[in-house]
């Protein structure tokens, strides 16, 4: 199929000038048709670069993957096309690792995790290939090194390619409130992959508005967007039928709450109606069996104790130093509601709480003491509840389980907060590592909105991910 070239265009616009006589205005099918193939030539670009852009995606990870098995497939047959052919099987099968790990990783677990999960999915692929292949018998070492080059040169590149193609496009369809809320999410996960380039509503113009519903078909045209997200009401609900009568269909189309699942790893609190919960139930959910969650906890838990032992020593000795006991013993809210005791390093003054009555932890709480402090900042006041993962009354991951005193309360004011006691409460978790503090109501709904994201789409890839960017913080984040 034929584009329109520079000759073709400047025929239209000479056809045109010349429809003018006696003044008359121009033949104004013309300007549409001109309208029309503009947009067209437009599009096609936009695919061409599109195209062109996936397919350098894709090479250039190819031949990053392939340097490290030819080098290794060199050294073994010299340059030979032996070596050649041995370096495309081993490089396609890490490549096909990575494929398989960035369609099933969610998107913000990020890069690193991603290409961890396909560089070990590849690993087994490539032992298992050496094993059967003759001449291509590796050792563990040897594997290990092919299996570091393919991590650090995929994780670099995909890192790269991600500010070289651009921000995703999102055009959003619904009321004002959607378009803000899409927004914000966007600029606070530092706009790195989502740019909003406009609203579609009937209501009240605002910043991101670029037209009614009626106009869709010709804005998404326009705009050429890659995601089209449906805000909630009747807005979305018709949009359908103009989204399909589009003349292209090169986007994809989400719903708010899946959008903001699937780009940020949170749920829209406001967004959610008691169906959403089905997913959580839902026939193709991956099982993650209490087995395989406690097996997970145990090995952690051990493993972490008995490393962290002569640590605990020497902070039970720096505590000791300041009146009041070494260990605080408070009562949390646990899976399915049940209370259960949480053991942690004393920060606080032993007179911090006046009995009965609970208060929230604020940021730079005057209660603290100076070692307290620092165990908050390093949170290694948090070491004697690997005790409690051992016990079974926690797991090493999940949301943080919330004190009796203010479940009423948060449970009036934040819609479905007790949904998040749907599994054990947890050492670290995601919506720790996404907003760290929470001092308020406002400051429990955000955490809630990840809490819930955890809790539908936990595994145990998803755990150790969590693991891995929680250690890899855990000296740069500012504590409570």
């Known amino acids: 199929m034929g584009g329109l070239g520079g000759a073709d265009v400047g025929n239209l616009f000479h056809v045109s000038s010349r429809a003018h006589t006696g003044g008359l205005p121009a033949r104004q099918p013309w300007t549409g048709d001109l309208s029309a193939t503009l947009v067209a030539a437009a599009r096609i670009v936009a695919a061409v670069k599109a195209g062109r852009a996936k397919w350098f995606a894709a090479g250039g990870r190819a031949v990053l993957v392939w340097v490290p098995c030819y080098a290794f497939t060199s050294q073994r047959f010299g340059s030979s096309g032996k070596a050649l052919a041995a370096s495309f099987l081993l490089a396609a099968v890490w490549l096909t690792g990575l494929r398989s790990a960035f369609a099933a990783v969610h998107l913000p677990l990020g890069i690193p995790v991603r290409c961890a999960v396909g560089t070990v999915t590849g690993l087994v692929g490539v032992s298992a290939v050496a094993l059967w292949v003759p001449g291509l018998e590796m050792s563990t070492a040897t594997l290990l090194a092919l299996a570091a080059s393919v991590f650090v040169l995929a ?6 390619i991600q500010r070289i193609i651009g921000k995703r496009r999102v055009l959003v369809v619904g009321p004002s409130h959607s378009a803000d809320a899409v927004a914000e999410a966007v600029a606070f996960d530092g706009g790195a992959r ?20 009626a106009a869709l078909s010709r804005i998404v045209d ?9 805000g909630a009401g009747e807005t979305s609900s018709g949009a359908i039928d103009r989204l399909l009568a589009t003349s292209s269909h090169d986007f994809k ?8 699942d699937y780009a940020f790893g949170r749920v829209p609190i406001e967004e959610l109606t008691p169906s959403w919960f089905m997913s959580i139930l839902h026939v193709w959910q991956r099982p993650y ?7 997970f906890d145990g090995l952690c838990a051990s493993i972490g104790l008995l490393l962290a032992a002569p640590l605990m020593i020497v902070i039970a000795g720096l505590v000791r130093l300041t009146p009041g ?3 605080y013993r408070q009562t949390r809210v646990g899976e399915g509601g049940r209370p259960f005791t949480i053991y942690k390093f004393r920060t606080m003054r032993a007179d911090a709480e006046e009995p009965g009555r609970a208060a929230f932890t604020e940021v730079d709480d005057p209660r603290v003491t100076t070692v307290g402090r620092l165990l908050r900042r390093t949170h290694l006041d948090e070491l004697p509840q ?15 389980p919330e004190r009796p005193e203010f479940i009423p309360m948060l449970q009036e004011a934040v819609p479905f907060f007790t949904r998040r006691l749907l599994v054990k409460p947890g050492i670290t978790g995601w919506a720790q590592l996404r907003r760290d503090y929470a001092s308020d109501v406002e400051g429990a709904k955000d955490k809630l909105s990840y809490d819930l994201w955890y809790v539908r789409h936990r595994n145990v ?9 929680t250690v890899s913080t855990f000296f740069r984040r500012t504590g409570r």
């Open 155 to 160: 994780a670099a590149w995909e890192g790269a």
């Open 194 to 213: 989502f740019t909003v380039v406009g609203a579609v509503d009937d209501g009240p113009q605002h910043p991101f508005h670029v037209g009614p519903v």
């Open 222 to 230: 326009e705009q050429r967007p890659d995601l089209v997200v449906l």
């Open 253 to 260: 189309v989400t719903g708010l709450a899946h959008f903001f």
């Open 289 to 295: 069996t209490r087995l395989a969650k406690r097996t």
């Open 325 to 327: 006991p070494v260990i």
């Open 386 to 400: 690997l005790w409690v993962v051992l016990k079974g009354d926690m797991s090493v991951v999940g949301p943080r």
């Open 461 to 469: 890839v998803v755990d150790l991910a969590i693991c891995a960017k």
